[in-house]
């Protein structure tokens, strides 16, 4: 079970029509936070451009999900996803996908794990 912080905010971000502009970089939501942020938030979201999840716990667990959320917003433009614990395969498969999805004009990962 998702503890209420979680929920009020994957429901707040769902439910917005003026956040443009979210910041969780650094905050210590975990990997269940964060899965449920993307499944429950941003899935549903329709004003958010500009998500920035610098060192999150984002996993390769986490890139299947993230894909299905995108699949259904058509608001962000721009995604920070630096120190993350993604490994290189997943890397690129999210690339591939991002690369023609028909919003997303910037995505900045750095630091990303070498681990095969």
Known sequence: MHNEMEAFSAIGVKNSTSLVM???GSNPIGLKGITYFI???LKFN???RFLDLFDIDVTDKSIPGFVDA???NTSLVSLRMA???VTIPFVK???DYIKNHPTI???RWL????RY
Do not use: C, P
């Open 22 to 24: 979210l910041n969780l």
């Open 39 to 41: 499944e429950q938030g």
């Open 46 to 48: 329709k004003s958010l």
């Open 70 to 72: 995108l699949e259904s």
């Open 83 to 85: 120190n993350t614990h």
């Open 93 to 95: 498969m999210f690339w």
């Open 105 to 107: 004009a910037s995505l």
């Open 111 to 114: 630091n990303i794990d070498a």
